[in-house]
């Protein structure tokens, strides 16, 4: 693997032959090497794993014909990023491996695989895991196959809505902080990008989540009341708000109030308070 590297990669001084690295790619897809390193990775040493997981980023980028050979050869062996997945369970090689899946994730017939594969639902498990260092690792992968490919990910939360949302709410429930803060930041970020707007007309109509962000609202911790915020506001300001919503805010309305005129605001915020403002207004003249 240390040969290989210096044949792909250069040793910093002589650069790689070009010719050579793309006929090396060939010669490993054709025999199999990939499907063989990958399921020999729980048995490599630390040095061989970093050495393959620069390889293999560098092996997945070759074109052949503007098709790349190794991504090509993964889409006929979709087992293998499955067995990726499954390895963040292994505290020995959860981090290569996780570089090694935000590299496929880079390709959108790739990501599309594992978003819809039985596989995508671990990652609900691993974000909570009490290593840190690999939940951390987990959640940038889960991140990346929610961002990276617009199109893909917006079939895949038209098609699977109240599976993801389901799953996702239990997130935001966790009673690690770390997991709620992570997932309320990244829900607030996620659902106000433009491509999710459909997804998040659906997300704002509906009472369970309204009263998960009025949860959260109530949390000890200032980012995660901060986010909530941001998150809460979209149902408050939905000019087309359901009678249910409605509802529900009146139920709630005296509580909400008093935590929205107790959220903390950054120094230098004018932002933030004068959306809090208009959002106060606004639960004010529900009737």
């Known amino acids: 693997m240390s040969s290989l590297r210096l044949l792909i990669f250069g040793d910093g001084e002589v650069e790689p032959n070009e010719e050579q690295v793309l006929q090396i790619t060939l010669e490993i897809c054709k025999e199999d090497v990939i ?97 840190f260092d690999i939940a951390s690792d987990a959640l940038n992968t889960f991140k990346d196959l929610l961002t990276k490919h617009e199109v893909v990910v917006a079939e895949f939360l038209s098609s699977h809505y109240e599976q993801f949302f389901e799953l996702y709410s239990r997130l935001l429930s966790s009673t690690n902080y770390v997991t709620r803060r992570q997932a309320i930041k990244f829900l607030s970020e996620f659902l106000l990008e433009t491509h999710n707007s459909q997804i998040m007309k659906r997300y704002i109509v509906e009472v369970r989540f309204l009263n998960i962000m009025i ?31 409605v509802v529900a805010l009146l139920d709630n309305r005296r509580e909400v109030l008093k935590l929205l005129h107790n959220l903390p605001s950054s120094k230098g915020d004018d932002e933030l308070d004068e959306e809090k403002d208009l959002i106060i207004q606004e639960i004010q003249k529900l009737a």
């Open 35 to 131: 499907s063989l390193i990958v399921q020999d990775l729980p048995s490599l040493g630390w040095g061989v794993r970093k050495d393959l997981a620069i390889c293999w980023c560098i092996l997945l980028r070759q074109k052949v014909d503007e098709t790349y050979c190794c991504v090509q050869y993964l889409e006929n062996h979709l087992e293998l990023l499955d067995f990726l997945v499954g390895c963040y369970k292994n505290l020995d090689i959860a981090l290569n491996c996780g570089n090694m899946l935000r590299e496929c994730i880079k390709y959108p017939t790739l990501a599309k695989y594992i978003l819809e594969s039985g596989s995508f639902e671990l990652f609900f498990e691993y974000v909570e895991l009490p290593n």
């Open 215 to 245: 949860n959260l609202l109530k949390d000890s911790s200032k980012n995660i009341r901060i986010c909530a915020f941001h998150v809460f506001k979209v149902f408050v300001a939905n000019p087309n708000k359901p009678r249910c919503i």
